[in-house]
């Protein structure tokens, strides 16, 4: 039998770590508010073991803590993903700016987590600017993507990305955020990038002029169950 890929690992525990919060968030009853924290000790175990491995289960009630300072009462109790948003900036040769993440060493376009106060084209602009030093104009959203299926987080996101063209500005890397960046070709992407089966052919068709239809994650069939 072949291993559990740690992504549908992360997946079911995270999955199951907010419908035990959700849960807690919305029941009273003190012997459902029990099953449910027994839920999201087993969602700590998975998540433990999915990260470091069997013996990281020994370390899982540290998991349960940090998710339940997560929960509150109602509406507020109730888990959704958190929102990000993606850049796709081109310049006048018809180039990608990428970035190499500080944190992983991966390559990806510029990408942050929504803040409130800000509309997420306004983020856009923000997140570019802070990270690359190149201003920005969105021209459109081009894709939905779920982070943790992209592979390029921990923990349940929905990604939006937009199609930008630059501006103005020049490179100049965020000291903490980003260890380097610059522009490509589709034919000469650097190593190693996270997703790019999944973004690089619709943005490049982006870049060359064609208007599509926002693209978005495929159902899985049947939708729960799947890695893909």
């Known amino acids: 039998m072949e291993p559990i890929p740690e992504k549908t690992l992360l997946r079911w525990a995270e999955s199951l770590s907010g419908v035990a919060r959700t849960g807690l968030g919305f029941s009273e ?9 027994e839920v999201l000790k ?8 999915a990260d470091n491995g069997l013996d990281g289960v020994l370390d899982a009630d540290g998991v349960v803590v940090e998710w339940m300072k997560e929960v509150g009462a109602g509406v507020a109790g109730y888990q ?10 081109t310049n006048e040769e018809n180039e990608l700016l990428l970035i ?14 929504c ?3 800000y509309s997420a084209p306004e983020v856009v ?7 690359t030093g190149i201003e920005v104009e969105p021209v459109r959203l081009i894709g939905v993507l779920d982070g943790m299926r992209l592979g390029d987080s921990r923990i349940p996101l929905y ?7 630059a501006t103005g500005g020049e490179l100049r890397l965020h000291p903490l955020e980003v260890t380097d960046a610059g522009w490509f070709s589709r034919d000469e992407l650097p190593s190693p990038t996270i997703g790019a089966k999944r973004w690089a052919e619709p943005i ?24 893909k």
């Open 29 to 37: 009853s003190q012997y459902e508010r029990e099953r449910f924290e």
């Open 42 to 49: 087993i969602a700590g175990d998975m998540k433990s073991a």
């Open 80 to 89: 959704t993903p958190k929102v990000a948003v993606g850049a796709a900036v």
């Open 100 to 113: 190499q993440r500080a944190d992983s060493g991966y390559w990806l376009y510029p990408t942050g987590w």
């Open 115 to 117: 803040d409130v106060g």
């Open 125 to 131: 602009v923000k997140e570019v600017l802070e990270e």
């Open 159 to 165: 990604s939006l990305l937009f199609f930008c063209r």
């Open 204 to 227: 490049f068709a982006a870049i060359d002029g064609e208007r599509r239809d926002v693209f978005y994650d495929d159902l899985r069939r049947p939708v729960w169950r799947g890695d």
